[in-house]
């Protein structure tokens, strides 16, 4: 095995324990080892890498069970995925994080500068927020909501994702979703919104009520990003959160049992 391959590799397994650890797992902390040809003689005995990221992710959206998929198998996919040109540029694709059964699925639009170092969605001042926000309504990202992006690669100086980056990536969030089983989606942002109801429709335009998306409610709400350039978007943000609790509270007793607990 080469040291690239090796490297690849770590990289991979890293990726995988974090985002379903929800932090930078003990397992890896600490400085990246360095890696060393070996001296193989026979080609047949090397991992085949090159087959590895070239593999079609037609699987992901062909309709898979869910017990033919995991979480651990789809960031595997999402890590080595050449599909479009934001790979180029990544540190570390960044596939999500959060419990396998959550109450909630929170979608963003595409990781920062932050994200791309750890690999970890929302964990830039905007997280914080966002966690402070979930909080407020008795969701955490390390008990029952899971935090995902339409793309898992930074786009550059954080633009908003192109079309055909975001139609490149969505198959692995509907992947995610079909694992998930989310009893509801909490979309932030215009760019998620409009990916995930494949509409043109302004934020104003799409805030304020629910959307079936394949039988799970879904709501659009501010980015926590845009809460942080302008302050006055917090009070109608909060408004749009407990719409959301209400509703899930509606349909999920355990989630509202454990809000009555934390009230």
């Given at each position: 095995m080469t040291a690239t391959e090796?490297?690849?590799?770590?990289?991979?397994?890293?990726?995988?324990?974090d985002s379903l650890a929800g932090y930078d797992s003990p397992e890896f902390s600490g400085k990246k080892p360095d890696f060393f040809d070996d001296k193989i003689e026979n080609d047949v005995t090397q991992t085949n890498f090159s087959?590895?990221?070239?593999?079609?992710?037609?699987?992901?959206?062909?309709?898979?069970?869910s017990g033919e998929l995991t979480l651990?198998?789809?960031?595997?996919?999402?890590?080595?995925?050449t599909r479009c040109g934001l790979c180029k540029h990544r540190t570390n694709a960044v596939p999500g994080t959060g419990p396998e059964q959550p109450f909630v699925l929170v979608?963003?639009?595409?990781?920062?500068?932050?994200?791309?170092?750890?690999?970890?969605?929302?964990?830039?001042p905007a997280g914080k927020l966002l966690d402070?926000?979930?909080?407020?309504?008795?969701?955490?990202?390390?008990?029952?909501?899971?935090?995902?992006?339409?793309?898992?690669?930074?786009?550059?100086?954080n633009r908003t994702p192109l079309p055909e980056e975001a139609n490149a990536c969505i198959p692995f969030l509907e992947a995610q979703i079909h694992v998930l089983?989310?009893?509801?989606?909490?979309?932030?942002?215009?760019?998620?919104?409009?990916?995930?109801?494949?509409?043109?429709?302004?934020l104003s335009t799409l805030r304020g009520r629910f959307y079936d998306y394949n039988g799970i409610p879904l709501?659009?709400?501010?980015?926590?990003?845009?809460?942080?350039?302008?302050?006055?978007?917090?009070r109608p943000?909060?408004?749009?959160?407990?719409?959301f609790r209400t509703k899930l509270s509606e349909i999920a007793p355990d989630y509202a049992a454990d809000f009555a607990k934390r009230s």
């Open positions: 090796k490297t690849i590799l770590y990289k991979l397994l890293k990726t995988a324990s087959s590895l990221q070239s593999a079609p992710e037609a699987k992901i959206s062909a309709g898979k069970t651990t198998s789809i960031a595997e996919k999402i890590v080595f995925c979608v963003g639009e595409g990781p920062g500068a932050e994200e791309d170092m750890q690999g970890l969605p929302f964990v830039g402070k926000m979930l909080a407020s309504i008795a969701l955490d990202r390390h008990i029952n909501c899971y935090i995902g992006n339409i793309v898992k690669c930074r786009p550059p100086n089983k989310p009893k509801m989606i909490l979309a932030a942002g215009r760019t998620a919104g409009q990916n995930l109801l494949k509409t043109n429709a302004s709501l659009v709400t501010y980015h926590p990003s845009a809460l942080l350039r302008d302050e006055s978007l917090k943000a909060w408004e749009d959160l407990k719409t």
